[in-house]
């Protein structure tokens, strides 16, 4: 393997670590052969990556479409603003008294939205592909009484609030997403609120089985408890009343 010089070194000093793996690997045939292919495979992962990006971007920019179609001036603005986060399994996203900051669009993972009175209670397991934020928090911008945790490594891409006020006030068509992602909130959790309040705790869970079965395999049952707001031994009767049910074809 050939030597460097004391200035090739110093120079070195200033690049990349792959570069500098690459330039002190040699030069014979063989090694510059294997410096060539190396570089050629990482520069296809970087372009890998980048086209990942945009892929995940157009899903966002789909959901936003279906709201309103948005003019190509807007869609090259939030491409401009958008900033990918990483998440690992329990770390915390907002944690009660932070003020909530960004809003959030989950690629990949899953998260849980809690607060604490007396005991826990879980308002929102969401997966890949929601929007979330703690909403009055963000949009008040005073302090959450909620948190926001990560169930699993998460993937997500964000907007601050100071940047969602100047994209608004740039682009005023994007004022019509953004009341239809409030309104749509507020909704939902009207709906929830009503179904736990109407239902008893056989047909809460019915209600997991049937329209979120993926929670089942990806959320421990101590946290199913608090989404379906029900203790262990409540929980536990009414998955075997369920499951007794269809043993019997009701």
């Known amino acids: 393997m050939s030597s460097i010089t004391k200035a090739s070194k110093a120079a070195a000093l200033d690049q990349p670590t792959e570069l500098k793996v690459f330039r002190d ?54 491409r401009k603003i958008l900033k990918r ?11 009660e008294g932070q003020t909530s900051n960004y809003i959030y669009f989950l690629e990949s993972g899953l998260v849980r939205i809690y607060h604490v009175d007396r005991k826990e209670v879980t308002s929102w397991l969401l997966p890949e592909g929601h929007i979330f934020m703690s909403v009055s928090s963000f949009f008040e911008q005073h ?25 608004l006030e740039l682009f005023p068509e994007f004022e019509r997403h953004h009341g239809r992602i409030l309104r749509n909130y507020y909704g ?11 239902q008893d705790i056989f047909e809460r869970y019915a209600m997991l089985e049937e329209k979120e079965p993926e929670l089942l395999q ?19 009767r ?5 499951y007794a049910n269809k043993r019997k074809g009701k």
């Open 25 to 78: 690997f040699g030069s014979t045939p063989m090694a510059v052969y294997i410096k060539h292919t190396w570089i050629i495979k990482l520069e296809r992962f970087l372009l890998f990556g980048k086209r990942l990006n945009l892929i995940v971007m157009e899903q966002l920019f789909i959901l936003f479409n279906g709201i309103r179609k948005m003019s190509p001036e807007l869609i090259a603005h939030l």
């Open 85 to 95: 986060k990483v998440f690992k399994k329990g770390e915390f996203m907002l944690m």
């Open 143 to 167: 302090p959450s009484y909620e948190n926001i945790v990560a169930l699993e490594d998460c993937v997500c891409w964000c907007i601050s609030y100071r940047e969602l006020e100047e994209a």
């Open 188 to 198: 939902f959790s009207e709906l929830r609120r009503f179904r736990l309040a109407d």
């Open 218 to 236: 990806r959320v421990p049952h101590n946290i199913l408890w608090t989404y379906l707001q029900m203790s262990d031994s409540s929980f536990k």
């Open 238 to 242: 009414a998955r075997d009343q369920y």
